[in-house]
């Protein structure tokens, strides 16, 4: 008789695989001594059956139509009533090391069968409700959830910091608030050589042939959204209190990156709608015809920018060097640093900076808002990141009487070390100079060819802050 054997184990925390290489000797002895042949063996390594999600080796032993199946315990094969109906519609003998034999061709056979999966479904189900009623109270009691892998930036024991992995999510955190992309945050976690937790199958997330594949998009989100950084201990996504366990992340960063990586209106594909502009002079540029601002496009594939209506189209590179000068310029001007120090003389400081977190942490209050009314998050998390974000903001609207609009400055390297390495500022940074330097203002391109056309035909650059406000840059 040919035999086909089924081996499944439901979780393979070390990511071996020998549970069920273990199932599989068994099985072969099993048909060894009785002079079955085994037509081929399946598995399912670390998936539950009785959760519901498709088991692909399962699906396959179906599809396979076996002569008949072997399989260490009935329970390895079926837990739920509705995957014991599709075997008995196979209608094969299936054998058990440790359960005996089921001949689903007979009504005593089905019969038992039945029986058998319906305690073992019933068992599931209890032994599921008691799991439950365990994890919610040590929730209450702020212990770690530890099923499963270890959490990013904790040992096994899920409390102890990793202190590499705990400073790079920091540095994401920092990445993600200053306008830089998920994407950009998953190549410096995965340049840093620090892999996510191996996936539930047991491997290293895209583990193919012994070669690791980095971070993703969603991975990276997951964690800079995750309570457990701010050592908030959750149970079904509902914040439950303090967790026993040191924070990674201060709450008014977890709840500014939650507002920012939740809102819907975040880009995530086709048309942007997010607040992470990807070029220089997007939404700051404006149209001379239409007073619209500019966005990023390609025309005859040469990257540009142009208004909505097309009235401009003026080549990218060119737009963003002369951009990037016109700040040069206007920072190296004799008055602009005697400027710069006197207003900040006169209003403080940090006046500047703070108007600039002001602005930033009330669209963090309408991104928790819409984030709460999209279902992104739960009621309890939107009103402790409320509760966070106003608690800072009402400090900083009792210090800021005045701004001056102007961008941060790099304390150590300051104006100097700004104009030397313009090319790699970050783009927010970069962008942030821009509008506050600079009125720009983009020309159609009426019937004058590209070839013959100068920077003056295409834009027009002005110095903001200048005691002659038509100055040209």
């Known amino acids: 008789m040919d035999v086909t054997i089924y081996v499944r184990l439901s979780l393979d925390?070390?990511?071996?695989?020998?549970?069920?290489?273990?199932q599989e000797d068994e099985c072969r002895a099993f048909a060894a001594a009785r002079g079955w042949a085994v037509r081929e063996v399946i598995a399912d390594n670390d998936v539950s059956a009785t959760s519901g999600r498709v088991r692909p080796g399962f699906e396959r032993l179906l599809a396979s139509k076996p002569d008949a199946i072997l399989c260490w315990h009935t329970d390895r094969l079926v837990r739920r009533t509705e995957d014991l109906l599709r075997v008995i519609a196979l209608g094969v003998n299936v054998h058990a090391i440790h359960a005996g034999h089921l001949d689903l061709s007979t009504p005593a056979g089905r019969a038992t069968a039945k029986t058998v999966t319906a305690w073992a479904e019933y068992e599931g189900e209890q032994k599921a409700l008691?799991?439950?009623?365990?994890?919610?109270?040590?929730?209450?009691?702020?212990?770690?959830?530890?099923?499963?892998?270890r959490t990013f930036?904790?040992?096994?024991?899920y409390v102890t910091v990793v202190d590499a992995e705990a400073e790079a999510i920091r540095k994401g955190a920092e990445m993600v608030l200053q306008g830089e992309t998920l994407a950009a945050v998953a190549r410096f976690w995965?340049?840093?050589?620090l892999l996510a937790p191996r996936s539930s199958s047991g491997k290293a997330k895209g583990e193919a042939d012994g070669e690791a594949k980095g971070w993703g998009v969603g991975g990276v989100k997951k964690?800079?959204?995750?309570?457990?950084?701010?050592?908030?201990?959750?149970?079904?996504?509902e914040?439950?209190?303090?967790g026993k366990w040191p924070a990674i992340l201060d709450d008014a960063t977890h709840y500014a990156l939650v507002s920012a990586l939740t809102n819907p209106k975040r880009f995530t594909g086709g048309a942007r709608t997010g607040s992470a502009p990807q070029t220089l002079l997007a939404g700051l540029a404006t149209c001379e015809r239409c007073g619209d601002t500019v966005r990023g496009g390609m025309y005859q594939g040469t990257p540009v920018y142009r208004?909505?209506?097309?009235?401009?189209?003026?080549?990218?590179?060119?737009?963003?060097?002369?951009a990037g000068n016109a700040v040069l310029a206007r920072i190296v001007f004799p008055d602009f640093l005697p400027w710069v120090l006197a207003s900040r003389q006169e209003q403080g400081d940090d006046s500047a900076h703070l108007h600039q977190e002001a602005q930033t942490l009330r669209e963090r209050l309408d991104g928790l808002a819409v984030s709460y009314a999209s279902g992104s998050i739960t009621?309890?998390?939107m009103t402790a990141g409320t509760e966070a974000i106003r608690s800072r903001l009402d400090e900083i609207d009792e210090r800021l009487s005045g701004i001056t609009g102007l961008p941060p400055i790099d304390p150590v390297s300051g104006i100097a070390g700004l104009i030397q390495d313009w090319p790699n500022t970050p783009l927010p940074v970069r962008r942030a100079w821009v509008k506050f330097v600079t009125t720009i203002t983009m020309h159609p391109n009426g019937f004058k060819k590209a070839a013959k056309m100068t920077v003056d035909d295409y834009m027009t650059v002005e110095w903001n802050h200048t005691a002659d406000d038509e100055q040209d840059a």
């Open 223 to 237: 964690v800079l959204i995750s309570p457990r950084y701010i050592a908030q201990v959750t149970y079904r996504g």
């Open 307 to 322: 208004c909505g209506q097309k009235h401009v189209r003026v080549p990218r590179e060119l737009a963003d060097k002369r």
């Open 239 to 242: 914040v439950m209190g303090a």
């Open 130 to 149: 008691r799991q439950k009623a365990s994890n919610l109270q040590a929730a209450k009691n702020g212990k770690p959830h530890k099923a499963g892998l």
């Open 190 to 193: 995965t340049g840093l050589g």
């Open 13 to 22: 925390q070390h990511g071996d695989e020998l549970g069920v290489q273990r």
């Open 153 to 157: 930036g904790y040992e096994d024991d």
């Open 379 to 381: 009621l309890s998390q």
